[in-house]
């Protein structure tokens, strides 16, 4: 309604006008001295995100462990990737639970990810250390439902990629230019207070969270 | 739930005798109260924060204009569908417009407050569309047939019995508990199907970067996510006030925001939305609009003062700490906004004729003009609408003068006329102290006050009396 | 928080005992008016004074209020300070008599006189450093935050430094000392039920902490509390801390 456009932009534009402030000198909070890479595991351990450490050998081990704990007969992964092909390359060795690959649209794979799948690996663009959350870029090999449908969701995270704040994050990331369809902060399994204030995990998003931290 | 009754005092004592309702909020409201105390154990970060998080959205007010067509430009170039609507009607139709287009039979939402300000469930419906709520609190008063009672928390006002008792009621094979882990799981696997068959996803904007063409929306559920991302579109509705300058703003904006509200560093997820599915992507909406809504926006913008409220980011600290609301809860307000916020926003937005009797909810505590993340001076607002009610500064306000009362002009003329005269102020106080004390307690105004207090005694000497019998100068 | 613009001790000071006070409680404006002169300043209580003209700035009505304000600065001439036994009529002048004279040519004056304006406790604390030594028997106290006192003139730990420094009173925190006790004026006859729940649970804090007496710096709080305890025949006294503070340090050399 290029009416409504004008009539909005119009009242804006006749408005008294008020001066336009400068942003104060400002240094994003850091609490503690503590590394980056601790508060972060302690800020997302205590809303129940788990954090395993590993190396990039070791990698695929610690996925099939984690896949055997939490009783997983499959997992959702984008083989294209250097962490799908670790697990391919893993699992032609010896077989574990039945790699799914995300490899058609949404609309083909909706039921089966909706009801039959049990957990998804991602990589990350690295996590934020002062408010404990992981950076998640969908691409097109991981697309952006692979984090959130499957209940458990495993993220890998290379501990150097560390940041302290949002605001380092997007200028180091060139975040602010330009920017994927879709980015995404997360931190910690889904959760909600709206029960009595009472703290429920698992509501729409995965019900776990587990951060595979490698650490070479 | 009793219906409550329109004017807002009888609302709110309703509410103050909903035992239930007292209890839960007093509860709730105190634990959100120090949680927010804790994430922020430092004064100085504090208020550095919140003169930051202030200048952001000030200096995106301030080129809001500019900002938005520049939003409009960099959303349309990655392929959003942008509309602009004045009035929640207008808005309500483009909507509708656009589901019809798509065939679209139901759209499945996350929490949007802007959508309450259209009425937008109850106007779908109208129009054979449904309307399905994904947010556990939302989604838990939909089933009941109510409104949110809380901006953040909307069914903070229900029992964990009484919302075991609505989904054994609503939802087909869920037995009676009253686990909230169980009532939680039975929302998660009925929603689940209805992410994956809705025709149409729909949200509401946090912030709205103009430098990206970004759409931010934090949640800490995942519905946000999955109604954005599942269905094949997704419509987004955002109050022009929420765009700010650049991506990078959102970082102490939701600090502020996370912090302030549920005493969280952040929020599980913040969905940062850029473009729909490329021709290359597996996944996302094939289609994304934005309506931008006005509804009175524009009109609070024209006044330096009440523009200040246009800073809100919708994070409910102002009405976690009022004491006012945490005794009678949201739904006494009457309109879409409830604590201070909505006592500054519904007489703006309904008019002072309809929503102006809530402008006296306010003892002007001034917490939460104290606790606003971006230092919105709420307590001075409610003052400055009880003036534009009283004696309107030509047509800035809705319905401004309506609550002009003759009787009240006569009481404050003669109030002024006694006390900006130190001879009357003499001569009325005497007279006060020689008989106030024989006033009957049933008179109005003592009637009120001596309903839970004794009645106030005059003292039978002056202070002035007494300062001279024992040597103070008064000059 | 105010800052004083004045260096050292004053020599004299101005004292605004509120309308409230002047009406109801006469002598706790009165002890407020002793402390000053036992820490060891000249007291001078204008008699052309009133009232600070807060119920009606606060309910729209501007120009009265202007009216009002006038008044009160053409009673205090001198540049001396001017102090108020009252967080809320201190941050009506301080706060809000600028604002509502903005963008007027009486601003420069009505600025002068508001940079002036304290409350007490805070300049019994930061302007005359008063040492206070307690010859009174045991006791429990608590205290009321009241509003604006905290949240417009910054006072918070004053009033509470001061009850600590009394050997034999112990100070008990009440829950939700800090919450509002439900005057707020014209407040408690527009939205009576509401602020009744408030006295009754502000009552109910205070009781709970087995307190003997609650003391505030604002009488309109402490009218309010007082009236509610009175009529709930709770076991509790309240006072203007300044009658309080006055009566534990006794009868003074002079």
């Avoid at chain 1, 995100?49 to 997983?72: F, H, P, S, Y």
């Amino acid at each position: 309604m290029s009416n409504a456009r004008s009539a909005i932009l119009e009242r804006l534009r006749k408005a008294p006008k008020k001066p336009i402030p400068e942003l104060p000198a400002w240094q994003p909070y850091q609490s503690t001295t503590e590394p980056a890479f601790e508060r972060f595991r302690r800020l997302i351990t205590a809303v129940r995100g788990e954090v395993i450490e590993t190396t990039r050998a070791n990698l695929a081990a610690t996925v099939r462990q984690v896949l055997a704990d939490k009783q997983c007969q499959n997992l959702l992964y984008a083989p294209k990737t250097d962490i799908g092909k670790a697990l391919d390359d893993a699992w032609d060795a010896e077989p574990g639970p039945q790699l799914v690959a995300y490899d058609r649209p949404i609309e083909e794979m909706k039921a089966l990810m909706i009801n039959n799948i049990d957990a998804g690996i991602t990589g990350t663009m690295g996590a934020i250390a002062d408010t404990g959350s992981l950076i998640v870029w969908p691409t097109v090999e991981e697309p952006r439902l692979m984090s959130l449908v499957p209940p458990l969701h495993i993220a890998v995270l290379e501990v150097s990629k560390m940041f302290d704040s949002f605001t380092e994050a997007v200028a180091k990331l060139g975040w602010n230019k330009n920017p994927p369809g879709n980015t995404l902060l997360i931190s910690g399994p889904s959760k909600t207070a709206d029960i009595e204030g009472i703290l429920c995990f698992g509501v729409h998003g995965p019900k776990q969270l587990v951060i595979l931290a490698v650490t070479d | 739930m009793p219906e409550l009754s329109h004017d807002f005092e009888h609302a709110a004592v309703e509410a103050l005798g909903n035992k239930q309702l007292r209890t839960n909020l007093r509860r709730v409201m105190t634990g959100l109260i120090n949680k927010r105390a804790a994430q922020f154990p430092d004064f100085d970060e504090l208020q550095a924060l919140r003169t930051r998080g202030a200048a952001i959205k000030d200096r995106a007010l301030a080129k809001l204009p500019d900002l938005l067509v520049q939003l409009e430009q960099n959303l349309i170039a990655k392929g959003f569908h942008v509309h602009w609507a004045q009035s929640v009607e207008e808005g309500n139709k483009i909507i509708l417009d656009i589901l019809k287009k798509a065939n679209a039979r139901s759209i499945i939402k996350g929490k949007s407050m802007v959508s309450e300000e259209m009425h937008f469930n109850h106007f779908l419906e109208e129009n054979g569309v449904k309307a399905l709520e994904s947010d556990l609190g939302e989604y838990i008063i939909q089933l009941a047939g109510e409104t949110p009672s809380h901006i953040v928390m909307p069914a903070i006002h229900k029992n964990k019995d009484q919302i075991g008792k609505l989904f054994q009621e609503k939802i087909d094979g869920q037995p009676y508990t009253e686990d909230p882990d169980e009532l939680t799981a039975a929302a998660r696997r009925v929603l689940r199907q209805l992410f994956a068959s809705a025709d149409c996803g729909f949200s509401g904007v946090n912030f709205a970067a103009a430098d990206t063409g970004t759409l931010v929306l934090i949640s800490n559920e995942g519905n946000g996510r999955m109604s954005t991302h599942l269905p094949s579109m997704h419509i987004a509705l955002m109050g022009i006030e929420k765009c700010i300058e650049r991506l990078e703003d959102v970082g102490p904006l939701i600090s502020l925001a996370c912090r302030s509200a549920t005493g969280q560093p952040i929020t599980t997820y913040v969905n940062m939305i850029s473009g729909p599915r490329k021709s290359n992507e597996k996944d996302g909406p094939k289609e994304v609009h934005l309506v931008l809504l006005d509804n009175g926006r524009t009109k609070i913008y024209q006044d330096p003062e009440l523009r200040e409220g246009l800073r809100c980011i919708r994070c409910a600290a102002c009405m976690n700490h009022c004491p006012v609301y945490t005794r009678i809860g949201g739904h006494a307000y009457q309109y879409t906004y409830p604590g201070p916020i909505g006592e500054v926003l519904n007489p703006q937005m309904q008019g002072i004729e309809k929503a102006g009797d809530v402008l006296h909810a306010s003892s002007l505590c001034g917490r939460c003009s104290e606790v606003c993340p971006v230092k919105i001076p709420l307590a001075d607002l409610i003052v400055r609408l009880r003036r534009e009610a009283i004696r309107p500064a030509a047509d800035a306000v809705k319905g401004g003068g309506s609550r002009k009362s003759n009787m009240e002009d006569v009481i404050w003329f003669g109030w002024k006329t006694m006390y900006a005269s130190p001879l009357l102020y003499r001569w009325g106080t005497w007279w006060l102290r020689k008989i106030g004390n024989f006033m009957p307690a049933g008179i109005p105004l003592l009637k009120q006050w001596t309903s839970v207090r004794s009645k106030p005694q005059f003292a039978s000497r002056s202070i002035y009396d007494l300062a001279r019998e024992r040597g103070i100068r008064d000059e | 928080m105010s800052k004083s613009p004045l260096p050292g001790r004053p020599e004299t000071v101005y004292y605004f005992p509120t309308c409230l006070i002047d009406l109801f409680y006469p002598e706790a404006g009165m002890a407020g008016i002793e402390l000053l002169q036992r820490a060891g300043t000249k007291v001078v209580m204008p008699t052309k004074q009133s009232c600070c003209g807060q119920p009606a700035r606060n309910c729209g009505y501007y120009e009265e209020a202007r009216a009002v304000a006038r008044a009160q600065l053409a009673a205090f001439p001198n540049d001396w300070p001017i102090v108020v036994p009252s967080g809320s009529c201190a941050g009506m002048m301080k706060k809000h008599y600028p604002e509502l004279f903005a963008g007027t040519p009486e601003l420069p004056k009505i600025q002068a006189f508001c940079d002036r304006v304290f409350e007490l406790t805070w300049f019994l604390v930061h302007k005359m450093d008063i040492k206070l030594v307690d010859k009174g028997e045991p006791i429990k106290v608590t205290w009321h935050g009241s509003c604006h006192s905290m949240r417009e003139m910054g006072v918070i730990e004053e009033p509470k430094d001061l009850l600590r420094s009394l050997s034999n009173v112990t100070l008990l925190e009440a829950e939700h000392e800090k919450e509002c006790c439900g005057f707020g004026g014209t407040f408690s006859v527009r939205l009576p039920e509401v602020s009744a729940a408030m006295v009754t649970d502000k009552v109910g804090s205070i009781v709970a902490t087995g307190a003997t007496e609650v003391v505030s710096g604002d009488m309109g709080c402490m009218m309010n509390i007082s009236g509610a305890m009175k009529k709930a025949k709770a076991p509790v006294r309240g006072r203007h801390i300044a009658e309080f503070l006055l009566e534990r340090i006794g009868k003074g050399d002079a």
